[in-house]
């Protein structure tokens, strides 16, 4: 399974990006999406899973991100709507499998990430 993030950018704090994952091969597995700040460790914020479409969230992205996916493109998409300061790390998408929160050693396949920057 190959992953590719794309969408990462700056934004001003309560704007919207959309991130993309195009993988190979993903239809067999959960995408979940994760992210690291400097200094911090990474983080699980998303996952949806590859049978029912089910998706987790970690609370503090709740009512801001909405990951969804479409197999026919074979990608998914983490839309963010009003960014916060705290969200800027560089985010990673992966391939695996999610229960009851995205945690990392869940998930095999990692992209090569994508960074957010969001400014006050």
């Known amino acids: 399974v190959q992953l590719v993030e794309s969408g990462g950018g700056l934004v001003q704090a309560g704007g919207s990006l959309r991130l993309s994952c195009a993988a190979s091969g993903f239809t067999l597995y959960a995408i979940g999406w994760f992210r690291q700040a400097p200094g911090k460790e990474r983080e699980g914020v998303s996952c949806?899973?590859?049978?029912?479409?089910?998706?987790i969230y970690t609370d503090s992205v709740k009512g801001r991100f909405t990951i969804s996916r479409d197999n026919a493109k074979n990608t998914v998409y983490l839309q963010m709507n009003n960014l916060k300061p705290e969200d800027t790390a560089v985010y990673y998408c992966?391939?695996?499998?999610?229960?009851?929160?995205?945690?990392?050693?869940?998930?095999?396949?990692w992209g090569q990430g994508t960074q957010v920057t969001v400014s006050s």
């Open positions: 949806i899973s590859s049978t029912d479409g089910s998706t």
């Open positions: 992966a391939a695996g499998a999610c229960y009851s929160d995205p945690r990392a050693r869940d998930f095999g396949y």
